[in-house]
């Protein structure tokens, strides 16, 4: 047994190696063929991170945290007389290269299998591979192959999971859902916007378009200095205070993949609350 563990923690690692140097090669990403080994380990590597994670004191204060009655009565209100929800996946990254990328969705599949009213899983994230993909299918995802840019609205109850996103991602869905019927249909779990809001980040534009990762106070002004940038957008997320009720979840164990992850619920009463109260000032 021990040989044979051994023999299987070899051969991921091999895996991991080959993958990695295939998947950084961007040109070649798509004519990539799908190993059918390649899959069959990926999948067996998700279940047994789906076990693991259920096994933890990090899912026990999850489930524990979600069953508490202020967090059951939110989800209460966001369910409505709807008796179910969809999940929709955002930013989850490389499962094949990444432990965090697997954590997040272990956790996901998990809170699929246990709430019991989450029918339809969407995901969607620009890195996700072919074999990737296919594994997500066989979890039972729905796997979009649209970029919806965050901009998707929430017609019906709608939990968006998105760990460690931009937040112009989390902005871009906050806009498009900035009406007091279609918030309320919104439930976010993914960084604290609390966090955002007491330390803004900085976001650049690089040549191709694509904002930069946020840089935070003096590091960007060194790193930056000089250099020319624009801040994006991120004046609904950060005016969402008024009528936004956050819960933060215990990251204290597998830290790297929860880090800083609240839920986010909305309750906006009236048009007023909605109104931008926020400006980007460098
Ligand atoms: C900071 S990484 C987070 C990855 C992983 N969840 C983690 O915690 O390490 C942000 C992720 O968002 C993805 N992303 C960027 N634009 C996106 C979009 N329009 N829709 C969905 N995901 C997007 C990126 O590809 C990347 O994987």
Redesign the pocket.
């Known amino acids: 047994m021990a040989i044979l563990r051994k023999t299987m923690e070899i051969f991921n690692s091999l895996q991991d190696l080959k993958t990695s140097l295939e998947l950084n090669d961007w040109g070649k990403r798509n004519i990539l063929k799908i190993v059918p080994f390649r899959k069959k380990i990926l999948m067996w590597r998700m279940k047994r991170c789906i076990n693991k994670l259920e096994s933890s004191q990090f899912y026990h204060n999850f489930r524990h945290q979600v069953n508490t009655p202020t967090i059951s009565g939110h989800f209460s209100k966001f369910l409505g007389s709807d008796s179910k929800a969809q999940m929709v996946i955002?930013?989850?990254?490389?499962i094949e290269l990444?432990e965090?990328?697997r954590l997040?969705l272990s956790l996901a599949m998990l809170m699929k299998k246990d709430f019991g009213w989450i029918e339809l899983v969407e995901v969607?994230?620009?890195?996700i591979s072919k074999t990737e993909s296919q594994v997500m299918k066989t979890l039972g995802c729905s796997v979009l192959s649209i970029?919806?840019?965050?901009r998707r609205e929430a017609m019906k109850p709608t939990i968006f999971f998105?760990?460690?996103?931009?937040i112009h991602?989390y902005n871009?869905l906050m806009e498009t859902n900035w009406e007091l019927s279609l918030l309320r249909n919104l439930v976010i779990l993914g960084n604290s916007f609390e966090e955002y809001r007491k330390r803004p980040p900085f976001i650049v534009i690089l040549e191709n378009n694509q904002p930069f990762?946020p840089v935070y106070g003096d590091n960007f002004k060194k790193f930056w200095k000089g250099r020319p940038y624009f801040s994006i957008a991120m004046e609904h997320v950060m005016s969402a205070e008024k009528f936004t009720n956050e819960f933060r979840i215990d990251d204290s164990t597998y830290f790297?993949?929860f880090a800083f992850s609240s839920w986010h619920f909305f309750n906006p009463c009236s048009e007023t609350e909605l109104v931008i109260n926020y400006s980007y000032d460098d």
């Open positions: 955002y930013g989850i990254g490389n990444e965090i990328s997040q969607f994230d620009p890195v970029n919806e840019h965050g998105m760990p460690h996103c931009e991602l871009n990762a790297a993949a």
